[in-house]
């Protein structure tokens, strides 16, 4: 029921922020704020992925927990930066606080249970198999395989 309440309160304190401060601030800058809110929404999230990105290439693992979790976070900011409303610029930008997105994931660190993949002792980093190298009918002339430049003998 409680997020029932939520789904209604949260447009219509929207709506009420913007009839507020919209009247404070005027027209124009009420929608030059709601367009520099979303530019800077947008850029964050290009940014910030773009270093998810590298990140989940470096390798990351378990001891990368905190900072994916600290860039979820950015990109959840930019997510409601983007959101017209001046509700959701300002959690957005509380959210790009450093000790706030801190305070946050050790909250949830509390609630949530990570399991990585981890190697047993002893176990090798290969593994033994057979292979059988199909080639494409494409690839073969007159029903003679004809050689590849990658081709190990």
Do not use: N
């Not at 800077?40 to 270093?51: A, E, T």
């Not at 990105?53 to 950015?74: D, F, K, N, T, Y």
């Not at 609630?111 to 080639?135: L, M, T």
Request: aromatic fraction near 10%.
């Amino acid at each position: 029921m409680w997020v029932f309440a939520l789904i209604l309160a949260w447009p219509m304190l929207e709506i009420g922020l913007f009839v507020v401060v919209g009247g404070w601030l005027g027209l124009w800058a009420t929608l030059a704020w709601v367009v520099l809110s979303g530019m800077l929404g947008v850029g964050l999230i290009r940014w910030q992925g773009m270093g998810a990105l590298r990140e989940v290439r470096g390798g990351g693992g378990i001891a990368a927990l905190q900072p994916m979790a600290h860039s979820a976070l950015i990109m959840l900011s930019g997510i409601l930066l983007i959101l017209p409303g001046f509700f959701t610029d300002f959690i957005g930008l509380v959210l790009l606080l450093p000790f706030v997105r801190t305070g946050l994931i050790a909250m949830l660190a509390s609630r949530v249970q990570a399991h990585g993949f981890a190697r047993r002792r002893g176990e090798a980093d290969w593994v033994d198999a057979e292979y059988e190298e199909v080639v494409p009918a494409r690839d073969k002339i007159g029903g003679v395989t004809r050689p590849s430049k990658w081709r190990e003998d």
